[in-house]
């Protein structure tokens, strides 16, 4: 079974700093991972993927996230934070495994203090 | 513009009625699903269809049901025996297994 997890409810942090959104999962074979944001009232949109390759993914926004097998977590990353990314951002899953379909994690709410 | 759109954007029901919510894309893709968010919950699968003509229960099914006729078109019927229907309703698509979801803006249902 698949599953992701979130460790944190919520992240603050200051403009300009630099951020970390946690993400762990578990699959039982080798995992497509994403990440996705979400603004008030709004669907996902999405910010970045892991396939395969480099285990640094940059995307959208300037969000980068790192895959580290050895740990199974997927953190997002960003280097100085903007107010403009206050949202709420879910971590997904994917089993390379035929019809495996998505798992997100609860969401992580972020905070970014002028 | 290629992409999903969900209608209503809010959409009032009476205790003991139907509501179809509906979900189109021009993106060509095969895969299509429903999710339900409510706070604190993440996303929960209700059904989803890899491919015209059928479709599958997700983890939430209960009280819902829906159709694929069509390639870009998979309405979510909320019925009277969905007991809790007040909640957040997002609908996607993707083209593949490696492929990232595309979302909808969704759709907000309110028990009345």
């Known amino acids: 079974a698949q599953s992701v997890a979130q460790p944190e409810d919520q992240v603050n942090v200051a403009e300009g700093n630099p951020l970390t959104v946690k993400c762990t999962y578990s699959?039982?074979?080798?995992?497509?991972l994403f990440w996705y944001v979400q603004y008030p009232n709004r669907g996902l949109q999405f910010l970045l993927k892991y396939i395969t390759g480099d285990n640094l993914v940059k995307g959208s926004y300037g969000f980068e996230a790192e895959f580290n097998k050895s740990q199974t977590s997927f953190h997002l990353k960003k280097p100085s934070a903007l107010v403009s990314d206050s949202a709420l951002y879910f971590c997904a899953v994917r089993d390379k495994g035929y019809g495996q379909n998505f798992v997100f994690g609860p969401g992580t709410r972020l905070s970014v203090l002028p | 513009d290629g992409g999903i759109t969900q209608s209503p954007k809010y959409l009032f029901r009476k205790e003991g009625q139907n509501v179809t919510l509906s979900c189109e894309q021009n993106l060509n893709h095969d895969a299509m699903y429903w999710y339900r968010q409510d706070p604190g919950q993440g996303l929960r699968l209700i059904y989803y269809s890899q491919i015209v003509n059928d479709f599958q229960k997700g983890d939430i099914a209960e009280g819902y049901s829906v159709s694929r006729e069509k390639k870009e078109s998979f309405p979510l019927t909320v019925t009277s025996a969905q007991k809790n229907p007040t909640a957040f309703y997002l609908c996607?698509?993707?083209?593949?297994?490696?492929?990232?979801?595309?979302f909808g803006q969704g759709t907000r249902l309110t028990v009345v």
């Open positions: 996607a698509s993707d083209r593949g297994l490696g492929s990232e979801a595309f």
């Open positions: 699959v039982s074979g080798n995992p497509y």
